[in-house]
Every structure is written in C-alpha cells, then in structure tokens.
C-alpha cells in the first residue's frame, strides 16, 4: 500500500475486555511508533521500534498496554482490561530512520471507545 | 522536563486574513521541528520540517520559521480548506521520542 494503514478504524468494547490494535507501515520503513490522542489533545508518545533493536517503551502509561513487531512490518498494540481512560484514537507512524530528524508518516488512526 | 507549547488553541480567521501560530519548547537540544497538518477524524499530515534558527520553509501559503526558542507557521492569504488543526513536535538531541505539541485549531471563513 502507499501509506500506513491501521485497522480496526473504530473499536468498542466494555471495560475489562481485551484489544488489538494493528498497523501496517509503510513498506521499508525501519522505524514505528505508536502514539495516543485524546479528544482535544496533542499526542502522547506510547512506545517506539527501530529495526531489530530492543523497542523504547518508556512512554506506556502502565503494564496493561504492551506492543510488538515482527521485523520491520506489522505491529500490534494491545491494551489489557480496558478502562475508560484508555478511551482515544491510537495513531501509528512510521519512517525511513528512525534516529534521525527524519518524517513520520501517520496513519488515520484507530478511534478505541471503552464503556 | 523538555514541553512544546501552541498558541493560540484557537484561531478564527476571515478568507485572506493573513496570521501566524507559534510553537515554543523549552531547551533541551534541538534536533528537528516538525509541523504536521490533522483534519478531523485522520492522522497527522506532513508539512515541514526545520533543523536549525533561522531556517524557512514554504509551501503554497504556509511559511515555517525557526529561532533558537520557538517557531512561526505564518498563513498567507488562507482560504477555508487551510482550516484543520496544526501541530508541532520537537526532536531533541536526547532519545528518539517526538514531544508534540496540544495543537492550534484553525477556522478560515469564506
């Protein structure tokens, strides 16, 4: 495909239950990130992968949520027992390096609403 | 703890009414600032990149500026398809986490 793309587009579930989001970068692109955008706000930096190096997690916000990466292709993200709080669009980005000042390039993001 | 700030959160502007966001973030160590263009209910659009004070970037009728402090996007001339939210992220020296601003909302009425 031409860009980044995530699925499931929109996600509702009842708090306590499991998610899965997915992401799709962008062929080639070594570099990933995930990021969470509450409604009115900027994003919040989740956790970050770079080719086959150990992933930069220090931006989860506790160990209910947790990611992964097979290589330099898909990633999902998955948030155990879910609670309202978790309730936001998760966007993924990815890029051609990832240490570097270099462009990411954004996904449309996964709308995740707990009840 | 190295912040990005936008101001205004929000900005009302008549078609052609030319203006300026601003994006300030503590020092810290610059390696890049990034401008990103988010329509409603999409991810983050590109827009420009700048490395170092007193680097400009155009495209079309948005100019980014850069100083050792803070950033402009200036609009010129905008027209009702520029309204969209703008951010602004930070890369610093240390790490490799983008720190992105809260935004600023743009309304350009026809």
């Known amino acids: 495909g031409a860009g980044v793309s995530q699925s499931p587009s929109n996600k509702v579930t009842e708090k306590g239950k499991d998610v899965e989001l997915r992401c799709d970068p962008i062929?080639?692109?070594?570099?990933l990130y995930w990021y969470r955008q509450r409604l009115g706000q900027g994003l919040e930096f989740l956790i970050y992968?770079?080719?086959?190096?150990?992933?930069?997690k220090s931006g989860l916000p506790s160990d209910r949520f947790s990611a992964e990466r097979t290589g330099e292709s898909v990633s999902t993200l998955t948030i155990q027992r879910t609670q309202q709080e978790d309730s936001a669009v998760y966007l993924c980005a990815s890029s051609l390096a990832g240490a570097g000042a270099d462009t990411q390039y954004f996904g449309p993001g996964t709308r995740l609403t707990v009840l | 703890e190295d912040q990005v700030t936008q101001s205004p959160e929000a900005l009302r502007l008549q078609e052609g009414e030319s203006s300026s966001l601003n994006c300030s973030y503590t020092?810290?160590?610059?390696?890049?600032l990034f401008w990103y263009r988010q329509d409603p209910g999409k991810g983050p659009e590109f827009l420009f990149t700048?490395?170092?004070a007193g680097e400009e970037k155009e495209k079309e009728r948005l100019k980014a500026t850069l100083t050792k402090k803070e950033s402009f996007l200036h609009i010129t001339a905008p027209k009702p398809e520029d309204s969209a939210t703008y951010l602004c992220a930070v890369l610093f020296n240390y790490g490799q986490n983008f720190v992105f601003g809260p935004g600023t909302r743009l309304s350009v009425l026809p």
């Open positions: 020092v810290s160590g610059l390696r890049g």
């Open positions: 700048l490395y170092s």
């Open positions: 062929s080639g692109h070594t570099a």
């Open positions: 992968f770079q080719g086959n190096s150990a992933p930069d």
